[in-house]
């Protein structure tokens, strides 16, 4: 298997690190790094940038340095992973914010006018989500939009294949036993690069 250049997107807004989301991304991290990838990460509750607010402004380049920086980082990456809690069935308003400033036309996506390309083919992705219901009801009741929104909406629009997911859910009640489990699964997945 090549070494691949993955991105780590940790995109809990609470940047500390005993959250789930910063302890699954060091499992990854640690698996991925022992299998001899190169490895980036960004802490998206550890930045402070501006939310896109109009058209002019997402169709613009990026005018931030840690927007721009997470530009290059993500175009230098072979694979992403985005860790997140579920919140109110989707992803916290601050990673959404971060994925509008970072995602923007001519780095995710073509200009408008002609036939929408994706400017990220060839990468591949991995979603991360963690939830205080369990998984299945997210699934089936609420049909996992929030998760669909991303891989269609961001993601595979994009360019990325394969996209996979995991849901880790019931976070509020798991004991030590399943914890370990979900962290020896992200260092799998970290040292197989998917």
Same mark, same amino acid.
């Given at each position: 298997?090549?070494?691949? /250049?993955?991105? *780590? #997107? /940790?995109?809990?807004?609470? @940047? ?27 802490? *998206? ?19 931030? @340095? ?28 601050? $990673?959404?914010?971060? #994925? ?9 996506? +073509? @200009?408008?006018? &002609?036939? @929408?390309?994706? $400017?990220?083919?060839?990468? +591949?992705?991995? *979603?991360? %989500?963690? !939830?205080? !219901?369990?998984? !299945?009801?997210?699934? %089936? ?11 269609? &909406? %961001? ?15 019931? %976070? ?17 997945? &970290?040292?197989?690069?998917?």
């Amino acid at each position: 298997m090549a070494a691949k /250049n993955i991105l *780590v #997107l /940790n995109g809990h807004p609470d @940047p500390r690190g005993e959250r789930l989301c910063a302890a699954l991304a060091n499992a990854y991290i640690c698996g991925a790094s022992s299998a001899g990838h190169q490895i980036r990460r960004i802490d *998206v509750g550890a930045l402070d940038f501006p939310l896109v607010r109009t058209k002019d402004e997402f169709m613009s380049e990026a005018a931030h @340095p840690a927007i721009r920086e997470a530009q290059e980082t993500l175009r230098w990456a072979d694979h992403l992973v985005i860790l997140y809690p579920l919140w109110l069935g989707g992803a916290p308003a601050l $990673l959404k914010g971060f #994925l509008e400033q970072v995602f923007r036309y001519g780095v995710a996506l +073509s @200009p408008p006018g &002609g036939t @929408p390309t994706g $400017l990220l083919k060839g990468k +591949s992705a991995r *979603v991360v %989500v963690t !939830m205080g !219901m369990p998984a !299945m009801i997210f699934r %089936v009741i609420f049909g996992a939009h929030g998760l669909k929104s991303l891989e269609k &909406g %961001v993601l595979w629009i994009s360019g990325f294949k394969p996209i996979r997911h995991d849901l880790i859910g019931g %976070v509020e009640g798991i004991g030590p036993r399943t914890r370990r489990r979900w962290l020896a699964a992200m260092e799998r997945h &970290g040292a197989a690069g998917t």
